[in-house]
């Protein structure tokens, strides 16, 4: 039996994990649900209907997992809590200091309504907050360091688009190689922000638009880019379209500790072609979980954390035993 999942909001990551759900053996694409005019979303599922967001309030939506597809800034904090009580939910909630609150709120929702909500799933948070967990665990006397990128960041380059001028921009996240190196030989250092990140920036300019006044706001940004060392490119269109067109990410997390004497160094990296893409597939690894825990009568809030790993697999455990063990 497939595991009915649908999808909440069909940008970039709803998108993503239309394509993740069509590459997984045991899950099916029950629907597709929009805050948009669902007469003019046209999805790359056939016979997958598509929905009114409003249809999902009266809980009787045939899905096992409902991903819930919006922005940390403003839908996730509502929009999970509120479908956690009616549905199994899954979101990529990112705003690390946030992540408290949003899951005591989806807790509460989702133990009303016996289901599972789980937070703050992707790769980082996700696959990266795993991988500073077992390092720590291992090595108890240790750092972690994490560094993102070379990659593109959607809400930095969103951020960038709001100044008055810019018509278009992309803003890529990049390690500085000095401290990358001297992290992975062990030598533990103290970084500041700076330390760690550039900010590279390509910007479409309205006809007109004062580039120097623009260039001034990207750099002086608090919270985005003040902290970092910040180089703005004003390209064309067309440059745009051609060179930029992508969402590519990743990015390191190294953890290096001791035992007595010794030192040892631990790295988990990433490479994707697509950041939505690879959110949206591990967003539906954990919908697995979801189901599973869900049948075995498991209720509330859950992160990365609590979920074995056995239950992110559509191999049973005997096999996983014999091929992955």
């Given at each position: 039996?497939?595991?009915?999942?649908?999808?909440?909001?069909?940008?970039?990551?709803?998108?993503?994990?239309?394509?993740?759900?069509?590459?997984?053996?045991?899950?099916?694409?029950?629907?597709?649900?929009?805050?948009?005019?669902?007469?003019?979303?046209?999805?790359?599922?056939?016979?997958?209907?598509?929905?009114?967001?409003?249809?999902?309030?009266?809980?009787?939506?045939?899905i096992d997992v409902l991903i819930i597809c919006g922005g940390s800034a403003t839908d996730l904090?509502?929009?999970?809590?509120?479908?956690?009580?009616?549905?199994?939910?899954?979101?990529?909630?990112?705003?690390?200091?946030?992540?408290?609150?949003?899951?005591?709120?989806?807790?509460?929702?989702?133990?009303?309504?016996?289901?599972?909500?789980?937070?703050?799933?992707?790769?980082?948070?996700?696959?990266?907050?795993?991988?500073?967990?077992?390092?720590?665990?291992?090595?108890?006397?240790?750092?972690?360091?994490?560094?993102?990128?070379?990659?593109?960041?959607?809400?930095?380059?969103?951020?960038?688009?709001?100044?008055?001028?810019?018509?278009?921009?992309?803003?890529?996240?990049?390690?500085?190689?000095?401290?990358?190196?001297?992290?992975?030989?062990?030598?533990?250092?103290?970084?500041?922000?700076?330390?760690?990140?550039?900010?590279?920036?390509?910007?479409?300019?309205?006809?007109?638009?004062?580039?120097?006044?623009?260039?001034?706001?990207?750099?002086?940004?608090?919270?985005?880019?003040?902290?970092?060392?910040?180089?703005?490119?004003?390209?064309?269109?067309?440059?745009?379209?051609?060179?930029?067109?992508?969402?590519?990410?990743?990015?390191?997390?190294?953890?290096?500790?001791?035992?007595?004497?010794?030192?040892?160094?631990?790295?988990?990296?990433?490479?994707?072609d697509s950041n939505p893409e690879f959110t949206g597939a591990v967003l539906v690894a954990y919908?697995?979980?979801?189901?599973?825990?869900?049948?075995?009568?498991?209720?509330?809030?859950?992160?990365?954390?609590?979920?074995?790993?056995?239950?992110?697999?559509?191999?049973?455990?005997?096999?996983?035993?014999?091929?992955?063990?």
């Amino acid at each position: 039996m497939s595991i009915k999942i649908g999808i909440l909001g069909y940008g970039n990551l709803g998108k993503g994990v239309e394509k993740a759900v069509k590459q997984s053996p045991d899950v099916e694409l029950a629907g597709v649900y929009t805050r948009r005019n669902p007469a003019d979303l046209k999805i790359d599922s056939e016979g997958v209907p598509v929905q009114s967001a409003k249809k999902l309030e009266n809980g009787r939506e045939d899905i096992d997992v409902l991903i819930i597809c919006g922005g940390s800034a403003t839908d996730l904090p509502e929009m999970t809590p509120k479908y956690a009580e009616l549905y199994n939910v899954v979101d990529s909630f990112d705003t690390h200091a946030n992540i408290p609150v949003h899951f005591d709120n989806v807790d509460k929702s989702a133990k009303k309504g016996g289901k599972i909500g789980i937070i703050s799933v992707g790769w980082d948070p996700g696959m990266f907050s795993l991988s500073r967990l077992y390092a720590s665990a291992v090595l108890p006397d240790g750092k972690d360091y994490t560094f993102w990128g070379k990659g593109v960041s959607q809400g930095h380059s969103d951020a960038i688009r709001r100044i008055e001028g810019v018509k278009d921009a992309r803003q890529y996240t990049i390690p500085v190689e000095s401290s990358l190196k001297a992290v992975r030989e062990g030598k533990n250092p103290e970084l500041s922000t700076r330390d760690k990140h550039l900010r590279e920036c390509f910007v479409v300019a309205q006809d007109g638009a004062d580039k120097a006044k623009i260039e001034n706001e990207i750099k002086t940004m608090p919270n985005y880019f003040s902290d970092y060392d910040t180089t703005v490119h004003f390209i064309s269109e067309q440059e745009m379209k051609k060179d930029h067109s992508g969402l590519p990410h990743g990015g390191s997390v190294i953890y290096s500790g001791k035992t007595g004497d010794n030192k040892h160094v631990i790295e988990y990296s990433l490479k994707l072609d697509s950041n939505p893409e690879f959110t949206g597939a591990v967003l539906v690894a954990y919908a697995r979980a979801v189901y599973r825990l869900n049948r075995e009568g498991v209720t509330g809030a859950k992160t990365v954390f609590d979920i074995a790993p056995a239950y992110l697999s559509p191999k049973s455990s005997e096999k996983l035993r014999a091929q992955l063990l």
